[in-house]
Each structure stands twice: as C-alpha cells, then as structure tokens.
C-alpha cells in the first residue's frame, strides 16, 4: 500500500502549517511539573497513601527482613505455586525463605510452550520494579527474561518490590531521570494497583482480566552488602 | 461466541431514534445516574481550577504541536517502529484497513483474533468485515464484550455498556455464556466474564489494539486501561496488530505525560488507570514472551478533510476522553445510540462529518443547544460549540459554491427556498423603507399566520407577529424610532 502512504503524506504535506519547534514546548512541559522535589520520607508516604487507594496491600520493610515476611505472607494467603527469578538477588531471597508448601517457579521457556499451565496453575508472580511513582502510586516494570511481561499479568497475585530510593515525585520525573526519551524496551508498564473495571453500571470490580490482588513491599534501607 | 454480523445504523435517522431513547424511561434512568456519576468523579479529580486550566493550555499545546508536524511526525514514528523490527501499514479508508487486518490474517491461517479496545475498528466496523472472510473476532474489554454479545455497537467510547443495567447483563451472560445461571451481583458477573475470556486469550492467533497515544522520538504505542485485557491482548497472541487513527501521534513520549493525565482524570476522574502499557517493537531476541510480529495500522478515513482546515484541524486534537459527551445536556437525555454513529455526543458531531460526509451527518449539528459545555470540559481545548456552527455552515453551503477545502457532502441540508427567505429577511433589514413596509403588513396581516410552521411548532406555540411593532409603541411615548 505505498500509494497510500504517499497520498496520506501528500494530503498532509499539503495542508500543513508551518512547522513548530520542539524546544519551547519541552521547556513549557519542564516549568508546568517543575516544583522543589519532596524530601524522601514524604515521597515513600505519598506513594504508599495512593497504592493503598488503589486497593493495594503496601508495606514497608527493611532489606533484611522483607523476604522471611513476604514469604509468610505468601504462605498464609494459601499460594501454592510462585513464579520468581531466581537468578536475580532478589528472587534468590525470596526462593531461600519460601517453606516447603510454596513451590518456586522459574519462567522457564517461551510463554507459547506452557501456557496452560501458567494460565491455569500459577497463584502468584513475583517482580522487582525499576522504580515508583508517588504521585500517583505506580511501580515502572521494565520486563526482562527473567521476569517477562505475564509474570506481573495472569496469576491472580502480583507481588511487587520496590526500593524505596527509586521513587520519583512524578512520572514526568520518571520519564527526565531514566531518560526514557534516548530509548525504550520492547515493553514497559506502569502499574498501579490490582486489575479492575467498572463497566457494569459504573460498579467497581477487582480481578477483571489481571491480577485479583496486589502486594507491593517497599525496601525502607538496602542494608550492606 | 459467533461472531454476529452488526447492525448499522444510518445516522440519517437520528431524529427519529432520539425520539425513541427520549420515550424510553429504563434509557434514560441509566445515562441520567452514568451522567451524574462521570460528571462527579471528574470534579474530584480537578480541586484546583487553576492547576486545571494550566494543564489544559498544555493539553492544547502539545495537540497543536504534534498536528503542526504531523507529516514528519508520522515518518519518524514509522522509521523508530521498524527498526524496532515492527511493520507499519498505511490507509486511507476504512476498507482498506480492513483488508490489511484481513491480509495479516488470511497470511498465518488466523482464525481468532482476541481485541482489546479500538475505537478506530469500530470505526471500520473490522468484527464485521473479518466474520465474512471466517475470521472470529473476540472482544475482551468487559463493556466491549457485553455490548458485542448483545450484537450492539458501543453507546459511549470510553464506557461501552453503559446503556445496559446489571440486570440486563446477568440475563445476557445467562443466555450466552454455557452453564452460567442468573446473577445480578456485579463481582460476579466480572469473575464470569473473565474466566469465559481466559481460554479466548490463550487461544487466539491475533491481538488486536487500539492506542491512545503515540510517541515519534521512541516508535512508542502508549496503551491505557484498568482491566488487563489489553495487556493481554498485545502480549499473548504470537501477532499483535494496533490501529490508530493518525492524528494520534506526537513528537516525543514525555509530551504524552501531560496528555495521559488529562485523559485519564477527564475520562473516569482516575489521577492514572492501572495500566500504562508502553510498547515499542515485538518480543526481543533472549525474551520469553509478548508477540513475534508486531504491526501499526495509520488510519485516515476522512481525517485529512479536517486536517485541512485551519479552523477544523483542531478536531484531530482530541484524545477520546468523553469528557465533553459526560457533560452534554443533549447526549445524557439520549443516549450514544441514537446518533448513529461510532462516536456519539459532541465530539461524535464534530468528528463524523469528515469520516462519513455531511449527507449522513448533516442533522447532527443542529442538535445542540450551543451552551458551550463540551467545549468547557475539554482537556485539550477543542472549540467544539464554535465547529458546530462551522459544520451547520457547511451543512447549508450551496453545493455548487466553490471553497478552498470543500468537505465531503457539502450543501447536505442546502435548500433554495430557505435561502430565499433569508435573502428576503436581510433585505428587509438593510433597507429602511422594505423593513418598514414588512413590519406594517407583519402586524396588519397577523390573523394570517399559520398555526402550523414546520417544525417549529412540533413542540412549540405558532410564532405571531403583535399587533403592534416595537417602534409603534416607540413613536407612542414620543421616542424616535
């Protein structure tokens, strides 16, 4: 259909104002989210208070103590199948402190070779955000394949870590600091809170296609390594 | 599910399906409470009305940006998705979206497509055309998918099944979904839904998408949503095709930042929905999942029309909130149905003369009382009430009048005696002595007036002239005319 591209562009070419520029408009976005950047403890509260109105459960944690809590946790909700990486440090830890009821689950092959499986017998998934959002309570997921996209989408429980030194005041903050402008990954999401809908007479309703319920662990203090 | 063929409707008919949603009170009863709870959360989501209109100069800003370089934007957005290793398709009509849609399915022996939401394939009505070449398509938005079971087309853009009760949606799910007894309980209705589209998901050989907004600088689909469907959707299926109408681009993805939260606080007063699904190629060499093939469908479909009028071009600036149908007095009290058309209410008005040509859409304008609410809520400044006399304009334009940008149907409602008596009328005015001779047989002649008057007087008295003129009773207290 190169005809149709050449004629679409044509029509536009044809019609188009003179061109604007990039740089006013970026300054004007920059002055519009510019504001003193808030201390560190009222980002964490901040981000926490928004999770918490999503319908998220938030708590906080140190480095060495989050994962015997989560894995408690995860064993009291009654999770019998866990998808975490295990070679990443943090899904290490998490596997060290599992008990024998919950069973560890690497992503172990191309989501199109087990996806029954994954659809129909994984309780939970496990992911560690890049980074969060407090304004609005949201946890950047940069999927690799160690955690692919799937892993925060079809168990019905998503468990989320965050560290609570990557929290940015904004997205805007989010998108200037990471420099998501020099090149994105093939995905990136931006979650905040469990899946919902209120399509049916404006009634919320949680665990519409994704996760039912959502955990988020903020790390207080990265502790020594 | 079958795929069932949908009814279209003509939205020539309009005034007869808004007389029949005004007789219908279960109709109405349902848009008066979906009016009043969208109008109430966008208020919570605005508290500061300076914040608001600061946010809405750069909502503006930003549209006008991106439509100022619209045709380099959209080389560049191509350029960025392919070297990400994704293929981008041009068309000009619906039909011919529709064929590419078809011609990556027909290519891969696809025989189910799972669709998150898209505006722009109602648009081409594509469930239609792929049913007939025996291609299943499957909506998996949950008002999408009640509305398709339904064999209806969406009342509102942003809530599809918003005409519907729980009632009428447990009957529904009942009859349609195997083993599923009656329920009206909301969650329950949800969970059914969800585990009725689980096996849809897994099965599908194409995903199909909507975006919301596009990013240049980073070949990005930006996708927004709450339920997780349309992540699934673009991540499940070996092939996920994304439409998007291609004005919805714009230079660099934090330029989306500010668009994205006007969007999402106008649309359902959410300062952010749950997903933003940021996508910028397929599945990556060492990547376990998301799509292999990834493809950008570019839409016009009449959108150059308006592209080409410096006053009608900032109809493209819109980002589908529905902010300005939440607010109309005249789209609450009938219903998305009755226009006819894929996007109802004011912006439906504005938009669907360039899709669909002014024969179909001519009385669309004019139902509007011109009270100026769309165009107050709009986040990105789009003066709808002012492009609604524009269209009316067009609308009555002698077909033969030559214009720099004619647009499609132009002189649909054009009608010579009308225009008589409106050279008459200004006649009369500008000239002394015929406006004095008008206003002696106006008042003289009274008894004469019809009672019936066209259409005026369907739902109002007979217009009268008094027995005496203004300037009679003037001249009475010695005031000079």
Redesign the interface.
Known sequence: MMHARERMLGRLRAAAPAPSDDAALDRRIGAHYSAAPPQSAALVDAFERALVASRADVWRATAADWPAQLAQRIAAHGARRLLLDPAGAEGAALLAALPPTVAPLPFRAPLEQWTDELFDTVDAGFTVARSGIAATGTLVLAPDPGTPRTVSLVPPLHIALVYADTLHATLFDAVQAERWGDGMPSNLVLVSGPSKTSDIQQTLAYGAHGPRWMWVVIVTERGTP | MKARSLQFVPPADFHARAGAALADPKLRA?FR??MD??QARRGTQFPDALELE??RD?GE??R??A??????L??QLEEKLQA?GAQV????TAE?ANA?IAGIAAARGARKVIKGKSMASEEIELNHYLAARGVDCVE????EY?VQMAGEKPSHIV???IH???ED?GALFEQHIPGTPYSDD??T???T??RA??KA??EADIGLSGVNFAAA????LWLVE????G??ST??P?VHIAIMG?EKVV?????I??L??LLTRSA?GQ??????????????P?????PRELHLV?L?NGR?QA??D?QL?STLQCIRCGACMNHCPVYGRIGGHAYGTTYPGPIGKIISPHLLGLEATADLATASSLCGACGEVCPVRIPIPALLVRLRTEANRDPREQVAHPLKGQGAKFSRGEKLVWRFWSGAFAHPAAYRTFRLAATRLRALTPGEQLGWTRHRTPLRPAARSLADLLRERGQPE
């Open positions: 349902s409470g979906a709870f969208l600061r946010l750069l800003a930003v006008q940006h439509l100022a370089n619209l045709p380099q959209l080389v990400a398709h041009w068309a000009e011919e590419i998996s938005d949950m008002g009640i809530m599809p099944a519907k009760t729980r949606i909301v969650d209705l949800i969970q839904g969800r589209l689980r998901f897994a600088d980073t070949g990005t709450n339920e997780g469907n992540r699934l991540t499940v070996d291609m230079a660099r993805l934090a330029h930042v500010p994205a939260s359902t300062a952010i929905t749950t997903y933003f699904n940021l996508i910028s190629g397929p599945r990556r060492g990547e376990l999942d998301g570019l016009d150059s592209y080409a410096e071009r």
